[in-house]
């Protein structure tokens, strides 16, 4: 049998290493670049619009947001600001989508001012380049559609050496913005204002990955040090030990590479944490890497799952707290199922080199929508400049009304037997 395959969604003229999608528009938003290297390679925000062709997703390339000589490697959304780290920085941009009426006015300017110029407008880099990086769809770069604007910029990392922020993240409530970077810094300001309130050490070397839980009680952080620690403010509360779970796997042969707080399903006060231990050396024969369930009212591992041999690069959790969702470094993309850790969706070397990230579409009523009948539906990119999108059939099931009456049918159906043929029940 051959091996599984997911069309691509989208191609872009540069690698990609972040992607989000907007609750309440259902824009598509990734990013990418080669950097400042002077290779040619662009660096920008691409914003997509998701729509249906024949039951597949398709994907139209509506913007191009130029980032010049820095490319976007992580990014949160916040409302209508996107949050992107750029090299050493956070950089907070305004994004809004303008009604019709406004773009074709917006159009009919630019188009009268290019007649009366007497000159032909020639198209710009992202137009060219997006129209021959479709895959799956029509693509276009049409300016009108969305606006973006800079709306600050905060210093996120002081490496003196390569400075790179390396994961950033809304509080639930978006009162507060926070950062982490190779320097192991936490940064934290509050939101709007952008004024500071915390800056400590939390790791030595890079943070790999932070997250924040919805009262803004707890900071848990992952850093390439082998620890995940739990903060209250900048105080140390606690640092987590999956291991607890597995005494047979030996200390210091893992360490966490994400953490996501999460949902659960029909339970509405209830929380979860999950975090994703990867081996701190390879070995000739690869280790398992594991996905760990912990209480986040105690913080205590719940269930431990080994989840292949394929080193995981990214997790992402859905809305509700059902699914989560993993790439790995060598292209592979699956779904979990939160409850149990057990795997319900794989695709093998889906992309050709690592996937960057994963994100599930929303359950806002614009989420919904776009995911149509399936169960969930997840989002992927990598540096192979692809972007794809992996899908979980809606679970078969039937109405409770529809349930009744057949029981009502069997039952009756046993007493006419037992009448007609006495003695064979």
Not at 356 to 373: E, H, I, K, W, Y
Not at 391 to 405: A, I
Request: net charge neutral.
């Amino acid at each position: 049998m051959g091996r599984r395959k997911v069309p691509d969604l989208y191609r872009a003229p540069f690698p990609l290493y972040t992607v989000k999608v907007d609750p309440k528009t259902g824009l598509v938003i990734t990013a990418g670049g080669g950097g400042a290297s002077k290779t040619g390679i662009k660096n920008a925000l691409h914003f997509l619009g998701l729509g249906m062709s024949g039951g597949q997703f398709t994907a139209t390339l509506l913007h191009t947001h130029d980032t010049e000589t820095r490319a976007t490697m992580n990014m949160a959304l916040g409302g209508d600001v996107i949050a992107a780290g750029q090299d050493g920085s956070c950089c907070l941009m305004r994004f809004r989508r303008k009604e019709e009426k406004e773009g074709r006015k917006a159009a009919a300017t630019e188009g009268g001012s290019r007649e009366q110029g007497g000159t032909r407008r020639r198209a710009g880099r992202g137009a060219r380049e997006g129209a021959s990086g479709a895959a799956g769809g029509d693509t276009k770069e049409d300016t009108p559609q969305i606006f973006v604007e800079g709306v600050g910029e905060v210093q996120s990392d002081l490496n003196p050496q390569d400075p790179l922020q390396k994961v950033v993240r809304f509080s639930p409530d978006l009162s507060l913005l926070l950062v982490g970077g190779t320097d192991g810094h936490i940064r934290v300001w509050e939101y709007p204002s952008l004024k500071e309130k915390y800056d400590f050490k939390a790791h030595e070397g890079e943070v790999e990955d932070l997250d924040i839980s919805e009262d803004n009680k707890h900071l848990v952080t992952v850093g390439r040090d082998l620890a995940c620690s739990l903060w209250c403010g900048t105080q140390l509360n606690m640092s987590l030990d999956w291991s607890r779970a597995l005494p047979q796997v030996a200390e210091r042969t893992y360490r966490y590479q994400a953490c996501r707080f999460g949902r659960v399903e029909d339970q509405e006060e209830a929380r979860r944490l999950y975090t994703v231990q990867i081996p701190h050396k390879r070995d000739r024969k690869p280790p398992q890497c594991y996905l760990t369930k912990w209480d986040a009212s105690n913080f205590l591992p719940m269930l431990v799952a080994p989840c292949g041999t394929e080193v995981i690069s990214c997790l992402a959790v859905s809305d509700s707290g059902t699914y989560l969702g993993l790439g790995t470094v060598t292209g592979s993309v699956a779904v979990y199922i939160a409850f149990s850790l057990q795997r319900l969706y794989y695709v093998k070397e889906s992309h050709g080199i690592v996937v960057t990230d994963v994100c599930f579409l929303p359950d806002s009523a614009q989420g919904q929508l776009m995911r149509g009948n399936h169960e969930a539906a997840m989002l992927s990119v990598a540096v192979d400049s692809r972007c794809q999108m992996h899908t979980v059939r809606s679970r078969w099931s039937l109405p409770l009304w529809l349930l009744l009456v057949l029981g009502g049918l069997l039952v009756l159906g046993a007493v006419l037997l037992q009448l007609l043929l006495p003695g064979a029940l």
